[in-house]
Structures are given as structure tokens and as C-alpha cells.
């Protein structure tokens, strides 16, 4: 089926949905107002082009759900753990990468923070206040796989100051 | 493409939705998550009418918003957030649908004829012949006609209308999203509504239903 005019007629129909749709200009409108006050045809076949429009009113919409947009969160925070992953394998030493291996940590802490959040339902301050000491390290835990590594950081208090410490590093 | 201060500047302050990508772009979880809570069941609205498959529009609004995770880094307000979204989502319903072509599949197998899109306007006419007794326009029945006119036009014209209709986008930016001039979309938009025309007006006027799929010769 062509999109392009194939008589003059459809110029006439462009102009009129045109006019329907607000995208003449003031001239152009103009001239479309005095041509529908003179001719009936005319005035037919705009009426005929906005009545069937209107139809289009009765197709489906879809509302937004909460599950569909969970579900979706899910599978970005997934993609943000992969884009991390992926980071950390590469070379660690260039800042550009460590920047973006920082970026990408956060918005996986912060998803991941998303959907504790939701699932939380039952008592959800209680247990996001248990869980805040490990939000708030999250993309520090993420950069470090062994567990017990990190148990020997604790004991030896090092986490406090690890924001410190990695802000001088990524400075120099 | 390289966007100017001042266009970044007029689209930022104008539209609340550029701002929360900006935010995203700094990685904001809470702004993503009230984007995809704005614009996810409009994107499912037009992708299922682009494509004609519920389940396959809420893939690819999903796939939609992937994408603008993974380009969030690169985002620039040059446009509104609607057009650069639904350009995304233009894309990913194109190659959806080049993809299920090379396929050779029949679009949409639904058991509900009305939904399938796959017969082309004139077959839609032709095989809408037999004039049906006058009667309450059915609501159900309407939606189906509707559904039917729509899913008949190309894929350029589908797209064009539902922009319009659904997202109200004006003509530049529906030409944005779909590549092409202003001046194209107003005759693609044209053509589209003569065509709808065709099918819906005999309907309106007569009851005279398109008639349902497996009648068409095809």
C-alpha cells in the first residue's frame, strides 16, 4: 500500500487531517475554514476522517502494573550485575574503568536496594533498618568476593574509613 | 549526535521526564524505576498494536528500557523524553518485526481473528461484503473492527497513527522517531486515515463488518 498522494483528492485529505490534527499553519487554517464553510463536500468528508478517528478511542490501553514493572527492574538490575562483572574482569587499573566500574556498582546497590525495598512488605522499616549497614556498603561488597575477607576487614574495623580511602585513591 | 546547550537547556527545563533521565543517567535507581512506572504500559500500549502480540510487546518494552539503561551514560536531552524513548522503541519493534519476517512466521496466532493484523487493506475489502441488519453498535464487536482497520495498515502508517493517537505526538516528532520528514509523516498520516476510513466508515454508517479472518481468500 503506497504512503505516498496518489490523486489530488488525498491533498485535499492531507490538509483536512492536518487541520484535524492541529499542524496547519494559521493561514493555512484559515483558508481550510472558509473552504468548509462553502462546501458540503468538503465538510463531508473532514466530518467522515474525524468520526472514524474517534473510533480509534476504543482500542485497548494498557495500564501500567506494578508486577510488569517489577519484573522489568529485575532484569535491569540483572544487566547492571553482568555490566559490573564484566567491569571487574577487565583490567582494574585504568581510572576510566574504575569510574565506571564505581558507576555501575551504585546503580546495582541501588536496584538491588529497589527490590529489597519491595519485597519487603510485611515489615519493612524493621528489616531495612537491620539491612542499612549492608545498603550502605553494598558496591563496596561488591567489589570484594571472598567473605572472609571481608569478615577480616570488619574485625580489624577497616570499613570505616574505606570511603575515605577510596576517594584519595581515585584522586591520585 | 551532538546536542547544544541551549536545546539541552529548553528540553530540561520543559520536560520533567528529561530531568529524571538526567537523573538516571547519574545513576538514580528511584528515577529509572519512575520512568519505567510512567511509560512502561504506554509502550505496551503501541507495541502491541505494532506488533499484534501482547506477550511480545511487554518483551520488548522491557528490551525498550534495557536499552536505556545500557545508553543512559550517553544521554542527551535533544528531544523530548516520549520521542527519544518511543525512537528507541521504534527500533526494537523493527527489528522485532524484520526478525519475525525472516521467519516466514504468520503474525499474530491468536485464537481472536480480530486481533490478527495480517491481511492487507484491500483483502480487508474486499471481503467485506454483505451488508449486515442495522443494529446497536456492539462495544466488544467495535473494538475488534477497530483493531482489525488498524492492524491492516502497513507497518509505517500503524506506527504513525498510533503515535498520534495514543501518544499525541505532533508531526516533527513522530518524524524524529520514525526517521522522516514532517512533510512524509503528513502523508503517511493522511493515506493511513483514508484507509482507516475505508474500513470503519461502512461500519459506522451500516453495521458492515470486515469480515472475520479465513474469509479474506488468503
Redesign the interface.
Known amino acids: 500500500?503506497?504512503?505516498?498522494?496518489a490523486n489530488a483528492a488525498?491533498t485535499l485529505?492531507?490538509q483536512?487531517?492536518?487541520y484535524l490534527?492541529g499542524?496547519l499553519e494559521p493561514e493555512e487554517s484559515r483558508r481550510i475554514e472558509e473552504l468548509l464553510a462553502s462546501d458540503a463536500e468538503a465538510q463531508e468528508i473532514m466530518q467522515?476522517?474525524d468520526?472514524?478517528?474517534e473510533?480509534?478511542d476504543?482500542?485497548?490501553?494498557?495500564?501500567?502494573?506494578e508486577e510488569?514493572?517489577r519484573?522489568?527492574?529485575e532484569?535491569?538490575a540483572a544487566?547492571?550485575e553482568e555490566e559490573v562483572a564484566g567491569l571487574r574482569s577487565s583490567a582494574p587499573a585504568r581510572r576510566r574503568r574504575r569510574l565506571a566500574l564505581a558507576?555501575g556498582g551504585?546503580?546495582a546497590a541501588?536496584?538491588a536496594?529497589?527490590l529489597v525495598v519491595s519485597l519487603l512488605t510485611l515489615d519493612p522499616n524493621r528489616e531495612l533498618l537491620e539491612d542499612l549497614p549492608v545498603l550502605e556498603n553494598l558496591d563496596a561488597y561488591l567489589e570484594v568476593d571472598d567473605v572472609e575477607f571481608l569478615r577480616e576487614l570488619s574485625r580489624q574495623q577497616v570499613f570505616a574509613d574505606f570511603d575515605d580511602a577510596d576517594a584519595g585513591d581515585e584522586e591520585s | 549526535m551532538v546536542v547544544s546547550d541551549s536545546t539541552a537547556r529548553r528540553y530540561t527545563l520543559g520536560d520533567p521526564d528529561v530531568r529524571l533521565m538526567l537523573e538516571v543517567r547519574d545513576d538514580s535507581a528511584a528515577a529509572f524505576e519512575e520512568l519505567v512506572l510512567r511509560y512502561q504500559g504506554r509502550l505496551i500500549t503501541v507495541l502491541d498494536h505494532v506488533v499484534g502480540n501482547r506477550d511480545l510487546a511487554e518483551d520488548l518494552a522491557q528490551e525498550v528500557f534495557l536499552r536505556v539503561y545500557r545508553n543512559r551514560k550517553t544521554y542527551q536531552p535533544g528531544a523530548k523524553f516520549s520521542t527519544w524513548l518511543f525512537t528507541i522503541a521504534n527500533n526494537v519493534a523493527l527489528n522485532a518485526l524484520r526478525s519475525r519476517s525472516r521467519r516466514r512466521e504468520v503474525r499474530l496466532q491468536t485464537r481472536d481473528p480480530a486481533r490478527s493484523g495480517v491481511r492487507a487493506m484491500e483483502a480487508v475489502l474486499a471481503a467485506s461484503s454483505g451488508q449486515m441488519p442495522a443494529r446497536q453498535l456492539d462495544k466488544a464487536e467495535m473494538r475488534d473492527v477497530v483493531r482489525m482497520a488498524v492492524g491492516a495498515l502497513n507497518d509505517r502508517q500503524r506506527l504513525a497513527v498510533l503515535l498520534s493517537k495514543f501518544e499525541e505526538l505532533s508531526y516533527a516528532d513522530i518524524a524524529e522517531v520514525m526517521d522522516i520528514s514532517p512533510q512524509a509523516i503528513k502523508s503517511l498520516l493522511a493515506r493511513a486515515r483514508c484507509n482507516l476510513r475505508e474500513v470503519l466508515q461502512p461500519y459506522l454508517e451500516h453495521g458492515e463488518r470486515p469480515a472475520a479472518e479465513g474469509n479474506g481468500g488468503d
Open positions: 500500500m503506497p504512503d505516498e498522494p488525498l485529505e492531507e483536512l487531517v492536518a490534527d499542524e467522515r476522517l468520526r472514524t478517528w473510533m480509534l476504543e482500542l485497548e490501553r494498557h495500564e501500567p502494573g510488569t514493572a519484573s522489568t527492574m532484569m535491569v544487566a547492571a558507576a551504585l546503580l541501588s536496584l536496594g529497589f
